[in-house]
């Protein structure tokens, strides 16, 4: 019989990407749309494993609820995994594992259409011109050859995004709590303080890992360090910027313009269709009232390569499991 694997949160890509990798496998899958509660963890009876995305919620009652099913393993299909409470899969017995990198081309790119798309106005040409509106009036941009980029975070994407910014002639500075000072050399960038990152950008983008300590890092102190007009973007994770003081700082006009493909309160809106519904989230509502704001949907993951990356990835743990090997993506629970 078939190892069984349930699915929560799924969409028709999901099901396209893993059940084209799932050739090479075998797996029993079984779909479902909803996400996990612990209402809904009854469903993986019998599952060898549940695999849930970044809008799941694994909480304590919801991985209690996975125990009381049998289920030993939650395999996250993506690298984040601020939300599974790790305690509570130590408490009861239960490994979890991610996909730590996909696609690091496919966010450090979005993250440029970002800056693109706000400098040279694309968004807005394309609303003119779609009614008529030949006119140039507001939609002036800057050369990026020459300006200064801060990126915050020196990760694989970081990397990769720097790569292609000095590929502009930009300047970039970054700021890591560990710098890479060869790697600075190579690509010929400069490792400096979060107040001079601050002051010295002309656009700022965002790739650290949400941590306690990295919660909120964007308020109201960190933007009035800022350059004047800065261009700010997060393709990380939504927590990183406080929504208030980024919308502040767009009345103020101490922010020039702001790319989003993460927010803080997302969980109830990105992934899904409520075109049909009113928008209840006030601070979400307000950030897309900007001209100058670009939210997109958490998809900077989302091409071709990462999704087959991700689905391979995400069996090739379950099978390790399944069959008693190491576990080279295991996240440490504490137990």
């Known amino acids: 019989?078939?190892?069984?694997?349930?699915?929560?949160?799924?969409?028709?890509?999901?099901?396209?990407?893993?059940?084209?990798?799932?050739?090479?496998?075998?797996?029993?899958?079984?779909?479902?749309?909803?996400?996990?509660?612990?209402?809904?963890?009854?469903?993986?009876?019998g599952a060898a494993a549940v695999c849930i995305f970044v809008n799941d919620t694994a909480d304590a009652a919801a991985i209690h609820a996975l125990k009381e099913q049998g289920v030993p393993l939650i395999a996250l299909r993506c690298a984040g995994f601020n939300n599974v409470d790790l305690e509570a899969a130590a408490r009861d017995?239960?490994?979890?594992?991610?996909?730590?990198?996909?696609?690091?081309?496919?966010?450090?790119?979005?993250?440029?259409?970002?800056?693109?798309?706000?400098?040279?106005?694309?968004?807005?040409?394309?609303?003119?011109?779609?009614?008529?509106?030949?006119?140039?009036?507001?939609?002036?941009?800057?050369?990026?050859?020459?300006?200064?980029?801060?990126?915050?975070?020196?990760?694989?994407?970081?990397?990769?995004?720097?790569?292609?910014?000095?590929?502009?002639?930009?300047?970039?500075?970054?700021?890591?709590?560990?710098?890479?000072?060869?790697?600075?050399?190579?690509?010929?960038?400069?490792?400096?303080?979060?107040?001079?990152?601050?002051?010295?950008?002309?656009?700022?983008?965002?790739?650290?890992?949400?941590?306690?300590?990295?919660?909120?890092l964007i308020d109201s102190s960190a933007i009035e360090r800022m350059k004047p007009g800065v261009v700010l973007i997060n393709t990380g994770r939504g927590q990183l910027i406080h929504s208030q003081a980024l919308i502040d700082g767009l009345k103020e006009k101490k922010i020039g313009a702001a790319g989003l493909d993460v927010y803080e309160e997302e969980g109830d809106y990105f992934y899904e269709d409520k075109s049909d519904k009113i928008i209840d989230d006030d601070t979400l509502a307000r950030l897309l009232s900007f001209n100058n704001v670009i939210v997109t949907s958490h998809q900077g993951f989302f091409t071709r390569e990462a999704l087959a990356n991700i689905a391979e990835t995400t069996l090739s743990n379950i099978r390790d499991f399944t069959e008693g090997r190491p576990l080279a993506n295991e996240v440490p629970t504490g137990r």
């Not at 929560?8 to 779909?31: H, M």
């Not at 081309?105 to 394309?126: D, G, T």
């Not at 700022?204 to 890992?209: A, G, Q, Y």
């Open 1 to 45: 019989m078939a190892t069984k694997i349930a699915f929560f949160g799924t969409k028709p890509y999901d099901r396209e990407s893993f059940d084209q990798a799932n050739e090479a496998y075998g797996f029993d899958i079984r779909y479902f749309k909803g996400h996990l509660t612990p209402e809904s963890a009854i469903l993986a009876q």
């Open 93 to 216: 017995g239960i490994t979890v594992v991610r996909v730590p990198a996909y696609s690091p081309y496919a966010v450090a790119e979005h993250a440029v259409a970002l800056m693109l798309a706000l400098n040279r106005k694309i968004h807005r040409a394309y609303w003119r011109t779609r009614d008529g509106n030949f006119a140039l009036h507001g939609l002036m941009g800057f050369d990026m050859h020459g300006k200064t980029a801060g990126i915050i975070g020196t990760g694989k994407i970081a990397r990769i995004l720097i790569r292609i910014l000095r590929g502009f002639g930009m300047e970039v500075l970054g700021y890591d709590l560990y710098p890479d000072e060869a790697f600075a050399r190579e690509v010929g960038m400069r490792y400096v303080t979060l107040d001079e990152l601050y002051a010295q950008s002309d656009i700022i983008s965002l790739h650290c890992p949400l941590t306690e300590q990295t919660r909120y």
